[in-house]
């Protein structure tokens, strides 16, 4: 079969990362002959990344609205192309659908990871979604009412007309139930949760920026999104005693702005309503907190591994988490959400965990106090859990192939 994995829109990052290593497993199944991968011009600055003769990388022109630019020169209207291209799914989807014919013209069926934000393609053809979460659609503060309802729109679309929808968890198919009704019954489970990369490939190196930090510390790698939950981490931080001694290294989109302080706090809600937290409860900068920002994906997976604990406070995830993922395969012990997907997620695992309940930053501080007073056992248990059986990228592309076979039957 020849696949067309439809990416107009992406996420880099850990999104970029998942699709190269699912397109590469898929294209190394028997019953594949061509994946054209699909996605935004200037994603993979190195070809080689895909070094199969069976993917063919196309590369879709932007229109100006979809570019991270400013107009006419004026500052802060970055903003308000986001805004526009939020507004107008459908202009933009006129041009994309010319891209699309010309894509899938000899194709069989498409595929497609992130159908968020995007309008479903007119076609004959099979189409294969993946609804990796339901987090636009459960955090309305994200978007704005307005957007969100739209999202909601195109998300039905995509329920409605798809050949076969997979979820990535089951906690993730519950909460389409809940919001699309029983046409997300039927929905195929196919987990993600693994570690994004081979562990031949993972850089054990130490990262530069360790010279700059505390040898001791706790992570969290997570962009300022609302549903990562800085805030009542903030707050448990703040009141958590052995702060000093193992400060919280902070890194993701956003997170650099939490470097200002007061008065001149930054402009958007997300970031001041975390830099006020800061303020108010009197934590202090590059002493109890480290705010990183954006991290290269060698240099995050190098600060996980040298950390002494992750933590994942968030409040909702897919199929569960990358960093926690990669923190155990590392020997690095977590503090996580009680939430169902992570239950999900960390079944599969042998480590213990200090749960937590992430609306709580009491029940976070606690956790935080237990876990400490009782690290080597957390430790120990994380480090024999380094030899857990994990499932492949080729596993995960099997499930997917199966899936493929039965859309074109």
């Known amino acids: 079969m020849k696949i067309l994995i ?53 590369e879709l022109n932007q229109f100006w609205l979809e570019k991270h630019q400013i107009i006419l020169g004026i500052k802060g209207t970055i903003r308000i192309k986001s805004l526009l291209r939020r507004l107008l799914p459908q202009f933009l989807a006129q041009g994309k659908q010319k891209q699309f014919q010309n894509a899938v013209a000899d194709c069989d069926l498409i595929y497609c990871p992130w159908p968020h934000r995007l309008t479903f393609p007119l076609t004959d053809k099979p189409v294969i979604c993946t609804f990796q979460d339901a987090t636009l659609l459960e955090f309305p503060e994200i978007l704005g009412g ?38 997300c019954q039927k929905a195929d489970l196919i987990h993600h949760a693994i570690l994004p990369e081979t562990q031949q490939n993972l850089p054990l190196d130490c990262s530069k920026l360790l010279d700059n930090l505390p040898k001791k510390y706790v992570i969290f790698p997570a962009n300022i999104t609302t549903h990562k939950n800085h805030y009542n981490l ?23 702005d939490l470097n200002y302080s007061n008065p001149y706090f930054p402009e958007y809600w997300s970031a001041a309503r975390l830099t006020g937290v800061i303020y108010r409860t009197n934590l202090i900068l590059r002493e109890d907190i480290y705010a990183l920002g954006y991290v290269d994906d060698a240099d995050v997976i190098s600060l996980i591994s040298q950390a002494t604990a992750l933590i994942m406070p968030t409040l909702a995830e897919g199929g569960g ?14 503090l996580c959400s009680n939430i169902p997907v992570m239950q999900e997620h960390l079944s599969y695992r042998s480590a213990k965990i200090a749960w937590f309940d992430p609306d ?31 499932p492949s990228w080729d596993d995960i592309a099997s499930q997917y192939v199966k899936v493929f076979n039965e859309a074109l039957n």
Do not use: H
């Open 6 to 58: 439809w990416n107009p829109y992406l996420s880099l990052g850990g999104g970029l990362r998942l699709l190269i290593k699912l397109t590469e497993a898929i294209s190394c199944q028997a019953d594949v002959k061509l994946v054209r991968l699909a996605l935004p011009s200037g994603c993979i600055n190195n070809p080689e990344m895909l070094n199969n003769k069976k993917v063919e990388i196309l």
């Open 146 to 183: 307005q957007v969100s309802y739209l999202e909601w729109q195109l998300s039905k679309v995509w329920m409605e007309k798809s050949t076969r929808i997979v979820v990535s968890s089951n906690s993730t198919k519950e909460k389409l139930i809940k919001q699309f009704g029983k046409i």
């Open 234 to 256: 903030l707050i448990a931080w703040s009141r958590f005693q052995r702060r000093k001694e193992f400060p919280l290294i902070l890194l993701g989109n956003g997170i650099q």
């Open 321 to 334: 988490s990358f960093p926690v993922e990669e923190a155990l395969t590392f020997g690095v012990p977590v």
């Open 360 to 390: 709580c930053p009491s029940s976070i501080v606690e956790a935080l106090n237990t876990f400490f007073e009782n690290y080597a056992e957390y430790k120990q248990s994380a480090i024999k859990g380094m030899t857990d059986p994990r």
